[in-house]
């Protein structure tokens, strides 16, 4: 059974918190806004999937895709940094949602978790939330689950915004 976690918006710092709760993890997924260093950083520890956010530099366009689609398990994902949530998505993304079909649907940018389930288009709505200590959001949160073969076990870590003095490892 593969363990996945799933983050977003960490705006270039990763918290203690992320190496705890992931650590049992096989793979991370990243829904954008890594800012510098994050991306490095991580998959020096874990194998990561990344799409880039409005946020991340030039190098990380470059680097990374503004839409992810894959299979992981014979589940099919679509990651994408800004992409709303059940009955408010963009226009342009209601298209590629139609063609797609994905069975999971993660996405980052609102720093407000959110885990629904979508009956419009039939899958799971996963926003973490925000990582990092950048934005408005008051506290930071993770999500983790196994698959087996659907997203099973779904956990949620929240934690306080960390302080500067805290990111030191």
Not at 92 to 114: M, N, Q, W, Y
Request: glycine share 8%; hydrophobic share 40%.
């Amino acid at each position: 059974m593969k363990r996945i976690g799933v983050l977003s918006d960490t705006h270039g710092v990763v918290a203690p918190q992320v190496y705890t709760f992931f650590k049992d993890c096989d793979e991370l997924w990243h829904a954008g806004d890594l800012g510098p260093g994050v991306l490095e950083e991580l998959r020096a520890w874990k194998t990561v999937r990344a799409v880039y956010g409005n946020c991340d530099s030039f190098a990380l366009h470059y680097e990374l895709e503004e839409q992810l689609f894959f299979e992981v398990e014979g589940l099919r994902v679509l990651m994408m940094h800004i992409g709303g949530w059940p009955g408010h998505y963009p226009v342009a993304l209601r298209r590629t949602l139609e063609l797609s079909r994905p069975d999971l649907f993660v996405c980052g940018h609102s720093h407000i978790l959110k885990v629904m389930y979508d009956k419009d288009y039939n899958f799971l709505h996963i926003n973490p939330g925000a990582a990092g200590r950048s934005g408005f959001h008051k506290s930071c949160t993770l999500v983790r689950f196994a698959l087996n073969p659907q997203p099973c076990e779904l956990e949620i870590m929240d934690f306080p915004k960390f302080p500067e003095a805290d990111t030191a490892r």
